[in-house]
């Protein structure tokens, strides 16, 4: 079965570089998550999209942006990189179906260095 | 403020032994869900539990929901080297919100 696609899996940075990162959901899926996880902890949502709009956001920094194109496919944008944003970033795509939202499913994430 | 609290945050476990991991929620949506992580790698689903007193198991795990305690359980049986990982709780309105994680080791 066809599963989350990140890219680029690893992508190495300098401080006060800009970085693009792609999701491509599962097909048929509608809405996307993206998370940021640190060395040693737990994912943090930082924002999602359903049908191509904004549909909540999280702890995302300001030098942040991102949205979903028409395919559903997203990208996340960084700018001004810090070294604090080392961190493994998942997209994970699911179908929506109430406020509470439906099964969501991880792609294998992005690793991103800024040294 | 939706939290998720795992117990305990640390588990060495020798093999063939019984364990059970706790997460505690505070938000309205009673829907929990289990993954698994191995270092570096990506979230793995383990179950969905969807309504109150489901349980559901697969091999060696098995977990459960309690909506009026707002607990979830995942209880390890007879454990294996294989299940050494870390285990996330989460619950969702939406995006994900997850405990910080259970990080499990099992040795001979």
């Known amino acids: 079965a066809a599963g989350v696609i990140q890219s680029p899996r690893h992508l190495i940075k300098e401080k006060r570089e800009t970085a693009t990162l792609k999701c491509y959901p599962i097909p048929r899926h509608d809405t996307v998550y993206w998370y940021q996880q640190g060395p040693g902890q737990d994912p943090q949502f930082l924002i999602s999209?359903?049908?191509?709009?904004?549909?909540d956001k999280g702890s995302i920094p300001d030098r942040f942006s991102a949205q979903q194109f028409s395919d559903y496919h997203s990208e996340l944008n960084m700018s001004s990189l810090e070294l604090g944003d080392s961190a493994l970033y998942f997209c994970?795509?699911?179908?929506?179906?109430?406020?509470?939202?439906?099964?969501?499913?991880f792609g294998p994430g992005t690793r991103l260095t800024v040294t | 403020e939706l939290k998720v609290e795992q117990n305990p945050l640390f588990l060495s476990m020798q093999e063939g032994k019984n364990y059970t991991i706790y997460c505690n929620y505070s938000t309205t949506s009673d829907r929990l869900y289990w993954y698994r992580q191995d270092p570096g790698k990506s979230l793995e689903s383990l179950f969905v539990?969807?309504?109150?007193?489901a349980v559901k198991q697969e091999g060696r795990l098995m977990a459960s929901l309690d909506t009026k305690a707002r607990l979830s359980t995942l209880h390890i049986t007879a454990a294996v080297h294989d299940l050494s990982a870390t285990y996330l709780c989460?619950?969702?309105?939406?995006?994900?919100?997850f405990g910080q994680g259970t990080i499990l080791t099992v040795h001979p």
């Open positions: 994970a795509s699911s179908t929506s179906r109430d406020s509470y939202g439906s099964e969501q499913y």
């Open positions: 539990l969807l309504s109150n007193g």
């Open positions: 999209f359903y049908e191509k709009m904004q549909s």
């Open positions: 989460g619950t969702s309105y939406g995006k994900l919100t």
